[in-house]
């Protein structure tokens, strides 16, 4: 009889095949970026050895290094890694969803509730702070999207707060790296059964525009609507 691999077998080679991809995109984002993980490894490697051989239990501190090490890599490795993926999406239409979509901590995301045909639209996130109206565009022209998808959803949202937030790199907007510390930093004003109901009115809501989701390539234009038929 042939053994079935088990589940941890499985997930395995995809973990490293994965790791191997982000790897790759990492160099090729920034060229400096792997040898930074391999120094700040080998760095913690030699500090904690040399921890051990000053209190004469370097047998004892060999693995603790090596564990050090690789825990140590790992985080540069993945702090590296979220900020190539934040320039390589930075400036393309739908960046900020693909963020929003991302974030831990039970938010739920509804894509481009909102937009124009110059590609400038409003994201609604649901969460424990209440309803996030995210925006990306020029401020001049997001800013009576964000006024029209508030007064929208005002009174489903009833006494909810509601905050809108512009993500892009004019005066008083917000870079898209920055989005998700921004957002972190927002009151809990919601429990977890407040934000379900409250998603649940939210999504009963008629779109305003049908939008494509996620990142757009640049350059991309929206399709113009039907027109009205005459009588």
């Not at 993945?78 to 960046?95: D, E, N, S, W």
């Not at 894509?111 to 124009?116: C, K, L």
């Not at 609604?124 to 990306?136: F, I, N």
């Amino acid at each position: 009889m042939t053994n079935k691999p088990t589940d941890g077998a499985q997930e395995r080679p995809g973990r490293f095949k994965q790791i191997r991809m982000v790897a790759q995109v990492l160099r090729q984002a920034d060229p400096k970026a792997l040898p930074i993980v391999f120094a700040s490894a080998l760095g913690t490697l030699v500090v904690v050895v040399l921890v051990g051989l000053f209190i004469n239990q370097l047998w004892f501190f060999i693995p603790l290094a090596v564990l050090a090490a690789f825990a140590v890599g790992m985080i540069v490795f993945g702090q590296l890694a979220q900020r190539a993926q934040y320039k390589v999406i930075a400036g393309q239409p739908g960046a900020a969803a693909a963020i929003l979509k991302n974030m831990r901590g039970g938010w739920s995301v509804t894509e481009a509730v909102s937009g124009n045909r110059n590609l400038d639209m409003v994201h609604r996130a649901v969460g424990r702070p209440g309803v996030v109206l995210v925006s990306e565009g020029p401020r001049n022209r997001v800013g009576p999207l964000l006024g029209a998808e508030k007064k929208r959803i005002s009174r489903a949202a009833q006494q909810v707060p509601i905050y809108d937030v512009q993500v892009g790199d004019d005066e008083g907007q917000i870079p898209v790296d920055k989005l998700q510390r921004h957002l972190m930093k927002l009151p809990r004003n919601l429990t977890k059964a407040q934000v379900s109901e409250l998603n649940d009115r939210l999504q009963a809501l008629p779109r305003s525009m049908q939008m494509p989701k996620g990142p757009i390539p640049r350059g991309a234009k929206m399709p113009k609507g039907p027109k009205p038929k005459m009588r």
